[in-house]
């Protein structure tokens, strides 16, 4: 996220040679999933302003047994 204007970025690599294989997109929508999964509540909390990006942020990258409330 960028603490000045707001932007939130993802960016995907998909790493091997050749054609893509149904497993690496699997592999790739899964971690994009699992991202998104893990900062919604915060992104929703500073989108909504419950809460500051900075603090946040700092919850979010604490995992699953952080709280928001």
């Given at each position: ?64 047994d952080a709280k928001l409330q």
């Amino acid at each position: 996220m960028d603490m000045k204007d707001g932007e939130i970025r993802l960016r995907t690599v998909v790493e091997g040679t050749g054609d893509l294989s149904d497993a690496m997109i699997d592999r790739v929508h899964t971690s994009n999933l699992r991202t998104t999964d893990r900062y919604q509540a915060a992104l929703l909390a500073v989108a909504f302003g419950n809460a500051s990006p900075d603090a946040i942020l700092e919850l979010a990258e604490r995992g699953e047994d952080a709280k928001l409330q």
